[in-house]
């Protein structure tokens, strides 16, 4: 059950009062979203389950600074997402390093040898998943951030909204855009890799 | 439609913003073009790849582990020790400043001695004068030129 406004004030209270069993209330209501929210910047799941841990150390360290103006949950996701930037911020040089010939070596999809259907399939999940990471780390922060939200079920435009600190209107802007550059960038990587 | 073109609207197909008359011959391009049917196929799939990849997996050690990391040391002193190291800066900033204006003042004090110092070490006459002379120009040209300013002529 989520927690409602009065039952936050009291959560907050008592994880303030060093009750740990409150604080493992909040880490069990959250951890899901906060893990996915993670894992959609860094698209590694051990990345993503340390970030998480981070973002929880974090918000445990820094409850007494939690002004109650917004929903408990909206704080904590914005230390998710900032956690998450900064974290793409250090690691970009790893990143770059990656190439387009490191992810498919040398031989050409078409001609791989065929794999029974099963293996292909997620063969090709895999693959999809690496391009469209890649274009997805592309995008800028703020495109990057909307559709990495949005994926997540029960966030609407409105908790997106909130969550970056701008209007819905621009949540529907960002979200257009990043749509628009990442099939813009994967029509011109097929293009050529057909 | 040509391939370049229907390249170039696949977003805006795919999102349905396109106006009816080129989302009709988007359409009309696809039942005509194998390859770019199967272009349009791979980038909707991509996409609906991108927006279906999320963790569902439970983990049920995580709390545990967290409750180590804020259990263990670290966690408290890594904050502990960036305040430290802010602190100790600070001072030593500050400390560095002050021992550069005491030294500044001393250095000066230090020159202008060593200046009066050399010039009576060079000059004998001025050398038998005390430094209190020095500032008083009668006494001075009285010493030099032996002249009593007292005498009448």
Redesign the interface.
């Given at each position: 059950m989520k927690p409602s406004h009065l039952n936050e004030v009291s959560l907050v209270s008592e994880i303030l009062a060093k009750n740990?069993e409150a604080f493992?209330t909040l880490?069990?209501e959250f951890?899901?979203k906060v893990?996915?929210i993670c894992?959609?910047f860094t698209?590694q799941?051990e990345d993503?389950?340390n970030l998480?841990?981070e973002v929880?150390?974090e918000v445990?360290?820094s409850i007494s600074s939690f002004r109650q103006d917004a929903k408990l949950s909206t704080w904590i996701y914005r230390i998710a997402v900032n956690k998450s930037l900064n974290h793409l911020r250090k690691n970009k040089r790893n990143r770059l390093v990656e190439t387009w010939d490191n992810l498919f070596g040398n031989e050409n999809i078409n001609n791989a040898v065929p794999l029974n259907d099963h293996a292909d399939k997620n063969y090709i999940?895999m693959e999809?998943?690496s391009?469209?990471?890649k274009a997805?780390d592309s995008l800028p922060d703020a495109q990057k951030t909307a559709?990495t939200l949005h994926?997540?079920e029960d966030f609407s435009y409105q908790q997106i909204s909130e969550t970056m600190r701008v209007s819905v209107p621009a949540v529907e802007s960002l979200m257009?855009r990043a749509?628009?550059n990442?099939?813009?960038k994967?029509?011109n990587y097929?293009?050529d890799n057909? | 439609m040509n391939c370049t073109s229907f390249?170039k609207n696949?977003?805006?197909f795919?999102?349905h913003?396109c106006d009816l008359e080129l989302e009709k011959q988007m359409k009309s391009h696809l039942e005509k073009c194998e390859?770019c049917s199967?272009?349009l196929q791979?980038?909707y799939?991509?996409?609906q790849?991108?927006?279906e990849?999320?963790?569902h997996e439970?983990?049920v050690y995580?709390?545990s582990?967290?409750?180590s990391?804020?259990d263990t040391p670290a966690?408290g002193q890594k904050?502990f020790s960036l305040q430290f190291t802010l602190a100790i800066s600070t001072f030593a900033v500050a400390a560095s400043v002050f021992l550069g204006i005491m030294l500044g003042n001393n250095l000066m004090h230090y020159e202008s001695t060593s200046v009066n110092n050399s010039f009576a070490s060079s000059n004998p006459i001025a050398s038998e004068l005390s430094l209190s002379d020095l500032n008083t120009p009668s006494s001075v040209y009285y010493e030099l030129f032996n002249d009593d300013p007292n005498e009448s002529e």
């Open positions: 740990e493992k880490v069990d951890q899901q893990i996915n894992y959609g698209h799941k993503a389950m998480a841990q929880f150390v445990y360290q999940d999809r998943r391009i469209i990471n997805l559709f994926k997540l257009h749509k628009m990442l099939q813009k994967l029509v097929y293009k057909l | 390249h696949i977003p805006s795919l999102e913003s390859s199967l272009l791979q980038v799939l991509t996409m790849t991108a927006m990849d999320v963790l439970d983990d995580f709390y582990r967290l409750r990391r804020l966690a904050k």
